[in-house]
């Protein structure tokens, strides 16, 4: 077995190394769980009532989600001067910078949203609550947006996918600077 190729991250500003930000397998894992529930349900219904339409049914709208989370959701973002590649379980996706109007961060979920509205009525700056917790979204001049990571990256590897947006005329980068504590993507590095 060969040996795996070393760690491909945040370079030096100006340089032309692409910026590989990787997806945790948790969210891999959360894509899936509703999907794999549908179908294990149409699974035991169909053997348990035989081939009916409900059960039938179940077993369908499972297999379309899973084949949908496995096409979309990104096991690594390649950030380059090319433009950004998203690599999904199913497809690889290569997004032109001329597609890409502006890279924001993903919605924050409820939890996070309550944490934070806590956190500004006691008074405690905006950069120490949820604002780094969520991932990075690319969005098109319509209304397209694509995930490029389900959690945010470190503030290295921020500042290496800032130096290569900066470059690209039309695209800017809105998302706010992770807090310093956040972890590096390359440690949900998977060997492929």
Not at 5 to 34: C, F, K, M, Y
């Amino acid at each position: 077995m060969p040996p795996s190729p070393p760690p491909r991250g945040p370079q030096d500003e100006g340089s032309d190394t692409p910026v590989v930000l990787h997806s945790t397998w948790l969210g891999t894992v959360t894509a899936l769980i509703s999907p794999a529930l549908l179908v294990a349900l149409g699974a035991i219904a169909i053997n348990a009532v035989g081939v009916r339409p409900i059960p039938l049914l179940f077993l369908l709208i499972g297999m379309i989600t899973g084949g949908i989370s496995l096409a979309t959701f990104p096991r690594r973002t390649i950030v380059s001067t090319d433009g950004l590649t998203r690599v999904c379980w199913l497809r690889r996706q290569h997004l032109g910078w001329q597609d890409v109007r502006v890279i924001t961060r993903a919605p924050k979920n409820r939890r996070h949203a309550k944490q934070d509205l806590r956190a500004r009525t006691r008074g405690e700056p905006s950069e120490t609550t949820a604002v780094g917790t969520s991932g990075l979204l690319a969005k098109s001049h319509g209304r397209r947006s694509w995930v490029l990571t389900d959690q945010a990256e470190s503030q290295l590897e921020y500042d290496a996918v800032a130096a290569i947006v900066e470059r690209v005329p039309g695209t800017s980068l809105r998302a706010r600077r992770p807090p310093a504590d956040s972890t590096p993507t390359d440690l949900y590095r998977r060997s492929s």
